[in-house]
């Protein structure tokens, strides 16, 4: 699956997703707007949601580095939650069990996986909390921002 269109930026170069919340980045950690986006386009990044269902699965996903696949489990268990593993296209594992935790870059200390950008989560109704099972996909949204 490739990934849509980028949200076009506005005037303030901030991205608007569907329900028309702005975000932006500062830092590194996606937050509610606050922060003047700027460096955004500045810095020459795309944003892009990855599209999820709210509930586990794998998919393919087309990365300006190359295809790769991204299988999200749920675990449910004390300090459990939603976890990502990826795997190259051939389905070889590159890196397994990133809990979903939002505010983080989440490819940040995977930077030698040549990856090339950065990866999100952004939980529009409670932005400092983790997403729950019933919220990826809906209020908990997966973004990456090509550098």
Known sequence: MALPSPYAPTADN???TADT???TT???IFVPWAFNP??????GTTLYEIPIANAPCTLSVDLPA???GFRLVYADADEGGW???ISDAAGNALVCGIPL???LNLLKQYAYLGIGGRLFVLDVADPASPPGFNDLGTNARLYFEAA
């Open 38 to 43: 700027a460096s955004l386009r500045n810095a």
């Open 83 to 85: 976890i990502l593993d």
């Open 14 to 16: 901030t991205a608007i």
């Open 26 to 28: 500062d830092g590194g």
């Open 66 to 68: 190359g295809t790769f």
């Open 21 to 23: 919340t702005r975000y």
């Open 101 to 103: 935790v939002t505010g």
